[in-house]
């Protein structure tokens, strides 16, 4: 990616360089292209789908390059008919012109950049690009994974062809194939075909999604540009363009549109030094989440670092010093921690630098030390500057900070309240719970059932031995918003923490305490249901992780149809068990009731259809089920009515289903 002193850029508004003039002699030369065959790994990351996928990024990586640079304003991706790929840029072309001497003497510059490992990336003297990590190693990785590659440029007025086979052995030598369209014209089409010996584990069949999903980044990020997608393969037809005026104000809003924002304006800054640049656009939704999202040279770094860190230290020195010149935060008042103010953001934070260092477990986080302090300063400077400009947004993030604030402190109290319950009471168990006599955790099992008559039912279709039933009044739970104090100060939340017993809040709570080592969550299957369980998955992500962790956490499955054979009621557990019976019954009257509480069935037939561990399925759930559940609650509860009602529809078909 190209590192700018600001300088206004010539086509696309992105900052750009000034390149001293590039020719051959220009590009330094490093060594040939086997070691990339030999540790494919050691550049694309792997051979699988990721690792393939990989090669488009890296040849899009050069045509962004020239559009921050200032030369270029729309690249194409094509997956053609035949599966290949082609990406296409109206840049200035890859220069044709042959070197003069050296090592490679008589070669052009464009076999040199596609045949010599590093060529592409590095230019002496002057910087042209920084690579990004795995990224902007060079076009000519790509030439040294595919079994083919044609590189097309029109440059000078004329048309040129170079054609590589079997990793990137020159099949002809650069050929003037025409003329250019007009003299203006000038441009890099790159095609190539993966090599399958390379991607023989998971194949070299792209992923439309993939790639639509990484353009549309690279659209965001970079302002103007157009982008655009074609798929021209048999059955797959797609053509999709994306080009953001707005660039990442754009990002934000698209990133909120799901959920109610605070206010329309989209807060914006950006700024330049030495062989660094930051951009910056945030804005807040009436959510409880943060999202901060983090790019270094265009490659996001989603394990934060210190761009994220620089951004997050000065935010909440801006914005408690704004709140106490404001009167928003009083004397005696604490100051706003950092969870409170982000509470509800969505931020995009770009930063371009000169030699990025990727650290951590994926390599995706920013080490860098200086992008630190230089995204503190600006932000600062910059925030503060747009908080005095703008006091009415200012004054409703002071107010939600503050009451983000006065939730956490409630939590806690809560927490703390529950806590000294629970030990005054000693082992008192709530009089809604009907126990089961055993005191072995890993055999017990607590029912968490919806509705105090389901509840009654489940206790007389229970296993007095080894089942609990608790049953949970979802009413008062479906009213009240996502706020875990709230929630906490539930008499049913507070009962179910006394059941389980291992104490509640992520610092305190310990699995090896807990009472039952199945705690099942038996709610109707309806929208109603769903979101009761998914604000008891919520709570138990936040609040009781470890038992998610230790895979603790089910979900019962109670039928969803039910039909007569004869005079005897028979339960289907799901449509394909419906079908199943209809190939096995091809004369049934084929009448089926779609069952939509737990009330519609008495205790034998909850038993045998949903307690009965010998003939019962359960659905277990996993530490990333229950945080998508978390981020489904802000859609559920927030107010965009809208996308709520847009996500019911979409996911009534199968309430059941948690993979939302
Ligand atoms: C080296 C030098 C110049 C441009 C490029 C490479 C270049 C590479 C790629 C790869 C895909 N698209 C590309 N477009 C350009 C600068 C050439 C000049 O000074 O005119």
Redesign the pocket.
């Known amino acids: 990616m190209a590192v700018t002193k600001a300088k206004p850029a010539k086509k696309t508004g992105s900052a750009k360089i000034t390149?001293a003039?590039?020719g051959a002699k220009d590009?330094q030369v490093l060594e040939g292209l086997d070691p990339v065959r030999k540790r494919p790994g050691m550049y694309i990351g792997s051979t699988g789908l990721t690792g393939l996928h990989h090669l488009i990024w890296e040849?899009v990586d050069?045509?962004v390059?020239?559009a921050m640079a200032g030369y270029?304003t729309t690249i194409t991706v094509t997956i053609n008919e035949d599966g290949s790929c082609s990406?296409h840029?109206d840049?200035?072309?890859?220069?044709v012109d042959p070197y003069p001497s050296g090592p490679h003497k008589g070669k052009s510059?464009l076999e040199v950049?596609l045949t010599v490992l590093h060529a592409?990336g590095k230019?002496g003297g002057e910087g042209?690009k920084v690579s990004g990590g795995l990224h902007g190693v060079g076009?000519s990785v790509v030439n040294a994974l595919s079994r083919r590659l044609i590189a097309e440029i029109d440059r000078d007025g004329a048309k040129y062809k170079q054609e590589f086979i079997d990793g990137g052995n020159p099949k002809t030598k650069i050929q003037k194939v025409g003329a250019a369209s007009s003299k203006a014209k000038t441009g890099?089409t790159?095609s190539f075909w993966p090599d399958p010996i390379i991607f023989a584990s998971e194949g070299v069949e792209f992923v439309a999604r993939t790639v639509l999903e990484r353009l549309q980044t690279i659209a965001f990020l970079n302002r103007n540009l157009e982008v655009i997608f074609e798929d021209k393969r048999k059955d797959k037809k797609d053509k999709v363009t994306y080009q953001y005026k707005g660039g990442i104000v754009d990002f934000v809003k698209h990133l909120n549109v799901a959920r109610e924002s605070l206010f329309n304006k989209v807060a914006h800054y950006e700024a330049s030094e030495a062989d660094q640049t930051l951009e910056i656009a945030l804005q807040w939704n009436t959510g409880y989440y943060e999202g901060i999202f983090g790019y270094a040279n265009g490659i996001s770094t989603v394990e934060g670092g210190m761009h994220v860190e620089g951004f997050k230290t000065a935010l909440t020195s801006v914005l408690n010093k704004y709140a106490r010149s404001s009167g928003g935060l009083k004397e005696k008042d604490e100051n706003l921690l950092g969870e409170d103010i982000r509470e509800g953001l969505t931020a995009i934070i770009t930063v371009k630098l000169r030699e990025p260092q990727f650290e951590g477990q994926t390599k995706a986080k920013l080490g860098n030390v200086s992008i630190r302090s230089f995204v503190q300063k600006e932000t600062n400077t910059k925030l503060e500057e747009w908080l005095l400009e703008n006091p009415t947004e200012a004054n409703r993030i002071i107010k939600k900070a503050v009451a983000a604030a006065q939730a956490r402190i409630a939590a806690k109290n809560a927490r703390n309240a529950v806590r000294r319950k629970t030990a005054l009471s000693g082992a008192g168990m709530p009089d809604k719970l009907k126990d089961c006599q055993s005191s072995n955790p890993a055999e017990s099992e607590l029912f968490i059932v919806e509705g105090d008559s389901a509840g009654g039912t489940a206790v007389d279709a229970r296993d007095p031995q080894k089942q609990a039933i608790l049953p949970i009044r979802g009413k008062i739970l479906n009213v009240e918003r996502a706020r875990l104090d709230k929630m906490l100060k539930n008499t049913e939340v507070q009962a179910l923490i006394t059941a389980i017993g291992g104490g509640v809040g992520n610092d305190e709570f310990v699995a090896d305490k807990a009472r039952y080592h199945k705690v099942i969550i038996l709610a109707d299957a309806d929208v109603d249901g769903s979101h009761i369980r998914t604000l008891l998955l919520t709570f138990f992500y936040r609040q009781m992780r470890p038992m998610v962790e230790s895979g603790f956490i089910y979900i019962a499955q109670p039928p969803l149809f039910s039909t007569e054979v004869g005079k005897e009621k028979t339960y289907l557990k799901d449509e394909s068990a419906k079908e199943k019976f209809l190939t096995a019954n091809p004369n049934h009257k084929k009448e089926f009731q779609r069952l939509k509480g737990l009330g519609e069935m008495d205790w034998q037939e909850l038993r045998s259809t949903t307690m009965d561990a010998g003939t019962r399925t359960l659905l277990q759930v996993n530490v990333e089920e229950a945080a998508e559940a978390e981020n489904v609650m802000s859609v559920l509860m927030g107010d965009d009515v809208e996308s709520r009602k847009a996500f019911i529809q979409k996911n009534a078909r199968d309430v059941r289903n948690l993979d939302f």
Request: charged share 15%; proline share 8%.
């Open positions: 390149p003039s590039y590009i040849v050069n045509s390059d020239e270029c990406v840029d840049g200035r072309g890859i220069p510059a950049v592409g230019f042209y076009v890099t790159i």
